[in-house]
């Protein structure tokens, strides 16, 4: 144990400088705060002989139980079956009413047959993992452990810190996950809605769409605005028509349309139903710069609206340009109709809104197995995740983001 005189720190600097004593100097707390070492170079010895090994007084478990961030998009699992069947209808034809065209002699026909016309969708795909952790055989009580606590309470807590672990990894995953969910939604949007009809030079910034809103092109266009992608978060004029925009459309998904899903069938995405998704650093800047906003406190207000810090990474540096970026591979055809594999690589996604059925990670199974290893008295056991994650191109989902036109 190393031992660091204070007294002279504490009645030179310290003191003086939180009693309002003296100013603020530059205080040497290099030998003071205790950072942790490893075993192998910790000075554990007494200091009256040197040569009795200090023992553990306190052993300080770290079992913090981590929260997911994540859009609530998980749905229920199931037990028996695998597929999950979405069955969707379409409006059936209206014919003119015989009872108000009758005419004499006429003979009337009740017996055609009307079928109903639905679409079934089949989703199968599984994601899979697995978590390999060792255990002493004899748990709590096995002496190749007993000797390392003093108490059988430390030991417990050795244990249950790394169950602790096993859970937290879990939750970052399904996280994770989730957030991919989301994310190969947006890509796929933008690919089908933006990217496809882009012209010879053109690039995301210099067109919108009715799935994909660019807010600062219609903003500017608007206006008569040059603002720039970097100055949009701090415009306050750009943050109100933002909000009102998202407002606007938010309403025009409440009413039945073919506009706001890939596939143009008819489809409403009440209140209720609408997810409402925001970068977190577009939202603080609503906050700061439009605390009385009403389009902005109503968004936020919505039953399943939340708000997240990053859409796939924070890269080095949690700057905008990285937390707004996504940049996965999507499926899709060309002009033959063959499958590819393009890339969508965007920044500047500020939110998205989108109906609970067309975004979803489902069916979830956990479960673990276990293998005794009798020459080495340990037992193994492997912690499975499995999950379903599914994108429902028939259902409502918008994008909003924000990018430059080319040449700016």
Aim: proline share 3%.
């Amino acid at each position: 144990m190393q031992v660091a005189q204070i007294a002279t720190l504490m009645n030179t600097y310290v003191l003086p400088n939180i009693l309002g004593e003296g100013v603020l100097v530059n205080e040497d707390l290099s030998n003071i705060v205790d950072i942790g070492i490893a075993i192998g170079n910790a000075n554990a010895y007494d200091k009256y002989v040197g040569k009795i090994v200090n023992v553990i007084g306190k052993v300080e478990v770290v079992d913090r139980l981590l929260k997911g961030a994540a859009p609530a998009i998980l749905k229920e699992s199931w037990l028996y079956g695998s597929i999950l069947e979405q069955l969707s209808f379409d409006l059936p034809d209206a014919i003119d009413n015989d009872a108000y065209k009758l005419t004499n002699g006429t003979t009337y026909n009740q017996d055609t047959f009307y079928a109903p016309s639905l679409n079934a969708k089949f989703y199968n795909d599984k994601v899979t993992r697995q978590i390999p952790m060792s255990f002493l055989a004899n748990g709590s009580s096995d002496d190749r452990i007993t000797q390392s606590f003093a108490s059988p309470e430390q030991c417990q807590a050795f244990w249950s810190g790394i169950s602790m672990a096993i859970t937290n990894r879990t939750t970052l995953e399904v996280d994770a996950l989730t957030m991919r969910c989301i994310n190969y939604y947006i890509a796929k949007e933008m690919y089908e809605d933006i990217i496809t009809g882009l012209s010879a030079g053109e690039t995301i910034g210099d067109v919108t769409g009715v799935r994909c809103v660019n807010l600062l092109k219609l903003y500017n266009a608007q206006f008569a605005q040059t603002l720039q992608a970097s100055e949009a978060l701090t415009d306050k004029d750009f943050l109100r028509y933002a909000a009102y925009t998202m407002m606007c459309v938010k309403d025009c998904m409440n009413e039945p349309s073919t506009l706001y899903n890939m596939e143009g069938a008819i489809r409403q995405t009440l209140d209720d139903d609408l997810h409402c998704v925001m970068l977190s650093k577009f939202e603080r800047a609503c906050d700061y710069y439009l605390a009385s906003d009403t389009f902005h406190n109503q968004l936020v207000s919505l039953p399943r609206h939340s708000t997240i810090a990053k859409w796939q990474g924070e890269g080095t540096a949690n700057d905008f340009d990285s937390v707004s970026a996504i940049n996965v591979k999507v499926k899709a055809l060309d002009e033959n109709e063959d499958p590819i594999t393009p890339t969508v690589s965007i920044s500047g996604v500020l939110a998205v809104m989108f109906d609970h059925l067309s975004c979803s990670v489902c069916n979830e199974k956990q479960n673990a197995t276990s293998h005794y290893n009798a020459k080495a008295d340990f037992i193994n056991t492997f912690y499975n995740l499995t999950l379903g994650m599914n994108n429902m191109y028939n259902q409502n989902f918008v994008v909003f983001y924000i990018a430059d036109p080319s040449g700016e």
